[in-house]
């Protein structure tokens, strides 16, 4: 089992900054992916971004230029900077990992973007 710890949500103004971490931890052999969704009140969960064990990252279309994914692989901790925050980015964001195959979600953070 991998346990996934978020941390880094919370309230910012229209224009602020946020960065989202997540760790991974437990039984641990290779993580292949790893990345964050979001879902927003009576919306379906959706992608935001998504990294590789081989550094390659992939974004949602509508996020890129304004969101930022990253890794550091030896603490198995994957960041998202997310920059220019808009209202319609309030959303609770989830962190997903792929460890040898499985897929694993965070319990999720709530980033609310208001003023």
């Known amino acids: 089992q991998v346990q996934l710890v978020e941390s880094g949500g919370g309230l910012v103004q229209p224009g602020g900054s946020l960065r989202l971490s997540c760790a991974a931890s437990?039984?641990?052999?290779?993580?292949?992916?790893m990345g964050w969704y979001r879902q927003a009140p009576g919306n379906q969960r959706e992608l935001v971004a998504l990294?590789?064990?081989?550094?390659?990252?992939s974004y949602a279309d509508s996020l890129k230029g304004r969101f930022t994914i990253s890794r550091d692989t030896a603490k198995n901790t994957v960041y998202l900077q997310m920059n220019r925050l808009k209202p319609e980015d309030t959303a609770v964001h989830y962190c997903?990992?792929?460890?040898?195959?499985?897929?694993?979600w965070g319990q999720g953070t709530q980033v609310t973007v208001s003023s």
């Open positions: 997903y990992v792929v460890e040898s195959r499985r897929a694993y």
């Open positions: 437990g039984s641990i052999f290779r993580i292949d992916v």
């Open positions: 990294i590789t064990s081989g550094g390659s990252t």
